[in-house]
């Protein structure tokens, strides 16, 4: 069964180095990427070319995004009901203190900084992979009619 | 209840001396014991405060009664089935509160029900965990609770004034 993972990142090289991370790591991923943030919503609410769009079952969510900041889509997906089970980790290289306390108070389900070296980052989506795509328990995928 | 590692908490954003208060919602003394067990053993300086039923973890987050000095938690970390105040009741009234609601909470349970998954996560649970029935297993779980959450997440800074 494959796990539907939504990157949402405009830096090419943080996408594909994630890419590359996740396909070491765990090949039953599917790795969605939009670039911006109005893109992000279009493919969550599959609208425009997003309408067979999957539901992603994971959300990673950089903060400094062209178009529609990231605390403004995680602000829309934790307002909007049908989407605000999907877990959303907001993935950044903000470490600015503001920026961990507003995302949290907005609900994401949790905050890391992106470490700058290459290894780092890869553990890191490595991590990610052992967390939340191995251990935790996410929701189940089901359309509510 | 607390334990203190003499050791110092390396966090990952360099705040390096101050301990994370962890709140342990649980009541079966069988699990309390394991989990301080993992999490001593993971040789950090958390400071694991337990609360064994939902009233009395609220009372904690508030400050009522006994719990007027206690600290405010990093990181709580949640059971379902309790005793006087549901697990899902104390995660309702946690976001639902303006000044806990940033406290990420874990649900950590014996449960594998997808209406309890659903609702968590309606709730919104930081994230759900099954516990394991096997001894080993568990440990290794809040091991990799201490790796993930209290490693490398960054965790909101406890407020510094009074406020809250």
Request: glycine share 4%; net charge negative.
């Amino acid at each position: 069964m494959s796990v539907e993972v939504l990157l949402v990142e405009d830096s090419p090289g943080d996408v594909r180095l994630t890419q590359e991370a996740f396909r070491d790591a765990n090949r039953s991923i599917r790795l969605q990427v939009v670039s911006d943030g109005v893109e992000a919503m279009a493919f969550l609410r599959r609208e425009g070319c997003h309408v067979h769009a999957p539901r992603p079952d994971l959300i990673l969510l950089d903060l400094n995004l062209p178009k529609m900041d990231g605390r403004e889509v995680l602000a829309q997906i934790k307002a909007d009901a049908s989407l605000k089970t999907i877990p959303t980790i907001i993935l950044t290289t903000s470490e600015a203190e503001a920026d961990i306390v507003k995302c949290y108070q907005l609900q994401a389900n949790c905050y890391l900084s992106k470490p700058v070296q290459f290894d780092a980052f890869a553990s890191l989506v490595r991590m990610i992979n052992d967390f939340w795509l191995t251990k935790v328990k996410l929701p189940q995928q089901e359309q509510s009619g | 209840m607390s334990m203190q590692s003499t050791h110092r908490a390396m966090r990952a954003d360099g705040e390096d001396d101050v301990p994370i208060e962890i709140l342990l919602v649980e009541d079966s003394p069988g699990d309390v014991r394991l989990t301080q067990e993992a999490f001593r053993d993971a040789n950090r300086s958390h400071r694991l405060h337990v609360a064994s039923d939902g009233a009395d973890a609220m009372a904690f987050l508030r400050r009522e009664g006994r719990h007027g000095n206690a600290p405010r938690p990093d990181f709580i970390l949640l059971d379902l089935n309790l005793p006087k105040m549901d697990g899902r009741e104390v995660l309702a009234q946690i976001k639902a509160d303006e000044s806990l609601k940033m406290i990420p909470t874990v649900i950590l349970t014996t449960s594998q029900e997808k209406a309890d998954i659903a609702k968590s996560y309606q709730l919104q649970a930081n994230c759900f965990l099954t516990k394991p029935v096997q001894l080993e297993a568990f440990e290794s779980l809040v091991r990799n609770i201490n790796d993930f959450w209290l490693t490398t997440v960054r965790l909101p800074r406890r407020p510094e004034s009074g406020q809250e």
